[in-house]
């Protein structure tokens, strides 16, 4: 008698990250009052340019808006530097974006330089998300304006703002706990910044810079090239595919440029959608403040999603901006300058060698081990400690971000895994020890 066996499964096939990321919206704190404030800021330039007559004015000081994306954690005033930071980077970004407007090949050069230093230095300081993806977008949405008023473009949006620093600090200031936990945080929080700063030339952040910024001038020049509309979309979006949270790999690029396309496919219906009603006054106050409170919602959660609205945000300020009525022609636009973004963002994530990312890696187990031996001769000295625990950080970050390159040069880093396990290892031990976290620093 002959057994039965019951028939072979076949194997699952494991799902692509890129393909898993378009479904899961990943756990975050609630930001829901970061986007009230982004909502209310959004809203209120656009009515006030409205009752003074100068709605295009009132559109574009909007996007000062976005700085309360950036609010983050922390204390009412570490909100509120947060905020103030990313609104003068808005600002500074319509500024470049509107003095270059009418010069379409500088335009695409200046905007590249920009996102290059908005990236070294928005890495350096560990922004969060959407990190330098809004000043790359102001400033590219300010090439694509009428030459000249570029003074009161970018007072408008520092007024903005300036407003959301206000409103950011006041909401979080409600919620604050008296008491030396939070000023000594702040004080920790100013010791990494100087140290985030003053190693930023030996840190890895300056070649990812470079390689983000590449991806945008390549977006930018294939959109001149292929004539499709202005380059300002395709350039922002090589800077969103090309950069992930504080730095840029190939396995990030690849993903982003996934992300980014699908979230840009849908939220071109959704934006045809919605300028074909042709809202008008109000309306388009309230669908900007509207789109502006979900973005800030999901964009930490689901990139993916957030483009859905992001897109809409844009094409709504174009149209409401400009008059413009082609609503088909300016998705399809869209469609086709995010496909350039991303190619663009794709090839750039290439840029990089094997001895560079071996010599770096080298350097962040060299600076823990450096700075360990600071810490274990004067182990009272609150500085040692701090330096100990953002060379301990930069060296994951390196680890992270190697890994995340092509075959050859994961490869080459490989031979590096022992020694930065052992260091990583070596200042775990070293900072749980006697002295605790870096304190503040003595007088």
């Known amino acids: 008698m002959t057994g039965s066996y019951p028939p072979l499964s076949r194997p699952r096939r494991a799902v692509p990250a890129a393909v898993r990321e378009l479904l899961v919206l990943r756990p975050m704190p609630s930001r829901r009052r970061s986007a009230t404030v982004a909502a209310v800021c959004t809203a209120a330039p656009v009515l006030a340019g409205q009752a003074l007559g100068q709605p295009v004015l009132g559109l574009l000081a909007s996007t000062g808006a976005l700085a309360a994306l950036y609010g983050g954690r922390g204390t009412a005033r570490q909100k509120a530097a947060a905020v103030a930071g990313a609104g003068l980077a808005l600002a500074v970004g319509m500024a470049v974006g509107s003095a270059l407007a009418g010069h379409a090949l500088l335009a695409v050069v200046g905007t590249a330089l920009w996102t290059a230093v908005v990236a070294a230095l928005f890495a350096a300081v560990g922004a969060r998300p959407p990190g330098l993806v809004m000043p790359v977008l102001v400033c590219s949405v300010g090439t694509g304006l009428p030459p000249g008023d570029t003074g009161r473009r970018a007072l408008g949006v520092a007024v903005v703002a300036g407003l959301a620093v206000v409103l950011s600090w006041a909401v979080a200031a409600r919620g604050a706990a008296p008491g030396g936990v939070l000023a000594q945080s702040a004080v920790d929080t100013r010791m990494r910044l100087r140290l985030a700063l003053r190693s930023l030339p030996r840190s890895p952040f300056p070649w990812m810079a470079v390689r983000t910024g590449a991806?945008?001038?390549?977006?930018?020049?294939?959109?001149?090239?292929?004539?499709v509309g202005r380059p300002y979309w395709a350039m922002?979006?090589?800077?969103?595919?090309?950069?992930?949270?504080?730095?840029?790999?190939?396995?990030?690029?690849?993903?982003?440029?996934?992300?980014?396309?699908?979230?840009?496919?849908?939220?071109?219906?959704?934006?045809?959608?919605?300028?074909?009603?042709?809202?008008?006054?109000?309306?388009?106050?309230?669908?900007?403040?509207?789109?502006?409170?979900?973005?800030?919602?999901?964009?930490?959660?689901?990139?993916?999603?957030?483009?859905?609205?992001?897109?809409p945000l844009s094409v709504l300020l174009v149209t409401a901006a400009s008059g413009a009525s082609a609503v088909l022609a300016l998705t399809g636009d869209r469609l086709l300058e995010t496909v350039l973004g991303c190619v663009a963002a794709v090839v750039a994530g290439q840029l990089v060698t094997?001895?560079?990312?071996?010599?770096?890696?080298?350097?962040?187990v060299s600076d823990v081990r450096a700075t360990v031996a600071d810490v274990l001769r004067e182990p009272s000295e609150p500085r040692h400690?701090?330096?100990?625990?953002?060379?301990?950080?930069?060296?994951?970050?390196?680890?992270?971000?190697?890994?995340?390159?092509?075959?050859?040069?994961?490869?080459?880093?490989a031979?590096?895994?022992?020694?930065?396990?052992?260091?990583?290892?070596?200042?775990?031990?070293?900072?749980?020890?006697?002295?605790?976290?870096?304190?503040?620093?003595?007088t």
Not at 215 to 227: D, H, I, K, N, Y
Not at 251 to 257: D, V
Not at 273 to 299: D, K, N, Q, S
């Open 215 to 227: 991806a945008v001038g390549l977006a930018g020049a294939a959109s001149l090239l292929c004539q």
């Open 236 to 311: 922002a979006t090589a800077a969103a595919a090309a950069v992930l949270a504080r730095g840029s790999h190939a396995a990030s690029a690849n993903a982003r440029a996934v992300l980014r396309g699908a979230g840009t496919a849908v939220g071109c219906l959704l934006a045809g959608a919605l300028a074909a009603l042709h809202p008008r006054g109000v309306a388009v106050a309230a669908l900007l403040a509207a789109l502006t409170f979900v973005i800030e919602l999901v964009v930490a959660r689901n990139y993916a999603v957030a483009m859905v609205f992001v897109t």
């Open 354 to 364: 094997r001895r560079w990312a071996v010599r770096h890696r080298r350097r962040a």
């Open 385 to 413: 400690r701090a330096a100990l625990l953002h060379a301990r950080d930069r060296l994951r970050l390196v680890g992270e971000r190697t890994a995340g390159e092509r075959r050859g040069v994961r490869t080459a880093v």
């Open 415 to 442: 031979a590096l895994d022992e020694a930065a396990a052992a260091a990583l290892d070596l200042a775990g031990r070293v900072l749980d020890g006697p002295g605790g976290p870096p304190g503040p620093p003595t």
